[in-house]
């Protein structure tokens, strides 16, 4: 087994190579098991140091660490940073499609020269041939696979190079340990990563999620222009010259964006796939040097960038999963003083993600849809936001350690009564015999005469409608506070059907009083909605200065003749999946697709 080679304590090696007093968390005991030649599964919040966990190790033992990566930037960041800390650039190398091929010589003579301790690789190229003959003729300290939930078809970022990384490691040498880490794994994630990896009796380090000088705060986005101008508010009162990022759906976006606030004096430039590789690089190389105060990107930017003094991260659209909003906020105040994480919400941006996943296989699109249900369900929760993301990552957490860091907390809306309300919809999910979606289990509890309540003669169950004197908005809040409290809870790898927990059984024999607020009903209003090709309606770029808010007034854009379908104020379209329900001693059915032409009531998801 691999071996550290004698480099004087744990400790003066951290100060010798990184200029470090003291370990972050769990990183002293990851980088202890990692030396001693064990597999190492490691669970690490955005901005909890997973990097040192296998740079230290690997600078310490002799051979080459590879480190596999999804991202060709995140491996350019993480090269440049290694090199930042040594006199020798041999001692980091990446290995990718983006070299010549007398790059790729010179990298593997590196290698094999012994000048190379970290070699950065995308797990495609682990499957060719020439490279594992080249990894097997060599002397490999271990394996690092970072952003081990891309492993996941469960997780929100699944890549399916990833599932064969086992395969491949099994060719170059079975005996090498290996490190998974990541920073948004669920329970079912996380069993899925070991599952996979098959590897050999690991230890499992979990640090815990809560970013505790991170405040989280949802806005409506009712009306584009009052958004746009909201965002350059809060940057100039609160963050003139402080760095941040701002999150968009699409390209076109991230560029009006960031010329809109470059007209209001805010030093702006965007960030996404769609620019060269030199201008990426040059944006987010100035960036980091503070020549740049914001970028307005896609999700391509930020994985692994070291950048601790980023002071806020606003969502101008809502992401795709708890996952990406938490990966995305985590990049804010990682030198631990206070950041600020706002996101504006309006439903029409999770119609609008819904649309992407039609083309998908329908598991993909069932998955997907589930993931958008989070965050709505996030989104519109009255509770501490801080307590709903812990408890989605399986980590218990009492609202009243939030310290009022969430909106919610800080701005508490009125607490009812509601022990009967709990006991019912448990008993709703009982009655269904725990084999149905919340939509399904919802209708019941309402009373609606859908098709469905018939042709199961759900109609003649007692307690059918038993919850019509409520509105969907009201039981949705009971719905998630017992999911919150492990009442009840979404079968996963049924596609979410709904369970009771041993503790809800319990509490339907023996109930007690719980307080809870009633979710956010959040008006949609009259807002425009960016279209699918990314950019805005016509009108919205007559005049670049007409948000400026040096007393300029604001434009009325000229709206769209058609509103392109959107929701109302009091019903929107079901992005849940469907699932084609049978009596309660019928089989389990097979998943459909997407029902889209069905419209449900606001709120509809818990």
């Known amino acids: 087994s691999a071996k550290a080679s004698a480099n004087g304590s744990l400790h003066e090696s951290l100060h010798q190579y990184f200029g470090f007093d003291a370990f972050k968390g769990t990183q002293e005991a990851v980088i202890t098991n990692l030396l001693s030649g064990k597999d190492t599964f490691v669970i690490m919040p955005t901005g909890g140091g997973k990097s040192l966990c ?43 499609s983006s070299l010549t091929k007398a790059q790729m010589k010179k990298v593997k003579q590196d290698i094999t020269d012994g000048k190379t301790k970290l070699l950065y690789v995308a797990p ?35 890549r399916p190079e990833y599932r064969r990384i086992r395969l491949m490691l099994d060719s170059i040498a079975r005996n090498v340990p290996v490190i998974a880490l990541t920073a948004t794994a669920t329970p079912k994630v996380r069993q899925d990563i070991l599952k996979n990896l098959d590897m050999d009796a690991p230890n ?20 584009k222009d009052q958004t746009i ?72 930017f930020g994985m692994g960038i070291d950048k601790p003094d980023v002071r806020f991260v606003i969502h101008y659209d809502m992401p795709k999963s708890i996952e990406n909003y938490y990966q995305e906020t985590g990049r804010a105040g990682r030198d631990g003083l206070q950041g600020k994480c706002i996101a504006f919400y309006n439903y029409n941006d999770i119609l609008r993600l819904e649309k992407f996943l039609r083309d998908k296989p329908v598991a993909e699109r069932e998955m997907g849809a589930q993931l958008m249900q989070e965050v709505v369900a996030y989104a519109e929760t009255a509770s501490c936001r801080r307590r709903f993301l812990l408890h989605y990552f399986g980590e218990e957490f009492s609202e009243d350690r939030c310290g009022k860091m969430c909106d919610n907390c800080r701005n508490p809306k009125e607490r009812i009564e509601v022990q009967t309300e709990i006991q019912i919809v448990i008993q709703a999910v009982l009655d269904l015999n725990e084999n149905y979606l ?31 004197d409520k509105d969907e908005n009201y039981w949705s809040s009971i719905f998630r506070h017992a999911m919150i409290n492990n009442l009840i809870y979404k079968e996963i790898e049924q596609f979410g059907l709904l369970k009771v927990s041993e503790a809800g059984r319990e509490y339907v024999k023996a109930p007690y009083p719980v307080q809870i607020t009633i979710n956010h009903d959040y008006e949609e209003g009259d807002y425009d909605a960016d ?21 300029q007034e604001v434009l009325r854009h000229r709206r769209h003749a058609a509103a392109r379908g959107r929701a109302s104020a009091t019903s929107r379209p079901s992005i849940r999946p469907m699932f084609c329900t049978a009596a309660p001693d019928a089989p389990l059915p097979r998943l459909s697709s997407f029902a889209t032409s069905t419209a449900w009531p606001r709120a509809a998801l818990p």
């Open 124 to 158: 495609e190229t682990l499957t060719k041939e020439e490279n594992i003959e080249f990894f097997s003729s060599n002397n490999i300290s271990f394996v690092a696979v970072d952003e081990a939930h891309c492993i996941s078809e469960w997780g929100h970022d699944f």
């Open 531 to 551: 279209d699918e090709r990314g950019g805005r309606h016509p009108g919205l770029g007559v005049d670049r200065g007409v948000l400026a808010l040096e007393g």
């Open 54 to 96: 296998y740079q230290l190790p690997a600078l310490m033992m002799p051979g080459t660490a590879i480190i596999i990566s999804p991202l060709i930037a995140l491996m350019k960041n993480q090269v440049d940073s290694i090199r930042g800390y040594s006199s020798q650039d041999e001692v980091a190398h990446f290995l990718n």
């Open 204 to 223: 499992t380090f979990v640090s815990s999620f809560n970013r505790e000088n991170l405040f989280y705060e949802i806005r409506p986005k009712i009306k």
């Open 229 to 300: 101008k909201q965002i350059i508010q809060v940057i100039k009162e609160e963050f003139r010259g402080e760095s941040g990022i701002i999150y968009v759906q699409n390209r076109k976006t991230a560029e009006d964006l960031a010329e809109m606030l470059n007209v209001n004096d805010i030093k702006s430039a965007p960030y996404h796939a769609g620019l060269d590789p030199k201008t990426r690089s040059s944006t987010q190389d100035a960036f980091l040097m503070e020549d740049i105060d914001v970028i307005c990107a896609t999700i391509a």
């Open 438 to 468: 919340m939509k399904t289990v919802m209708d019941y509890l309402m009373g609606r005469e859908t098709k469905e309540m018939k042709d199961f003669r759900f109609t003649e169950m007692e307690n059918f409608g038993v919850g019509d």
